[in-house]
Nanobody, 118 residues
Framework: VQLQASGGGLVQAGGSLRLSCTASGSISSIRDMAWFRQAPGKQRELVATVTMQVGRTDYADAVKGRFTISRDNAKNTAYLQMDSLKPEDTAVYYC????????????WGQGTQVTVSS
């Protein structure tokens, strides 16, 4: 599975951005997709996940109510809609995919920078 992420950028606090992650390769093997982020000097953290079959979602407490993860199976793409952005959301965002039968996210896209100015 290969992942291609896009959509980062610079936005003012309170603004919005949408990230996209398109998968290619063995699409049917993907159980769920996720977005992670890593801020300077911090560990990578899980932001949100979505299951590909039924679209069940889960969020980190820090983004609940502000971020929305979704998927479009026809386009093999997962999205992360980020609203009410805060400076502390500044990070490199990575998309990832987990295959059926695996506990880890084994496929990763390149990071995309999100910068929120105050």
């Amino acid at each position: 599975v290969q992942l291609q992420a896009s959509g980062g950028g610079l936005v003012q606090a309170g603004g919005s951005l949408r990230l996209s992650c398109t998968a290619s390769g063995s699409i049917s093997s993907i159980r769920d997709m996720a977005w992670f982020r890593q801020a300077p000097g911090k560990q990578r953290e899980l932001v949100a996940t979505v299951t590909m079959q039924v679209g069940r979602t889960d969020y980190a407490d820090a983004v609940k109510g502000r971020f929305t993860i979704s998927r479009d199976n026809a386009k093999n793409t997962a999205y992360l809609q980020m609203d009410s952005l805060k400076p502390e959301d500044t990070a490199v965002y990575y998309c990832a995919a987990r295959r059926w039968g695996r506990s880890d996210f084994g496929s990763w896209g390149q990071g995309t920078q999100v910068t929120v100015s105050s």
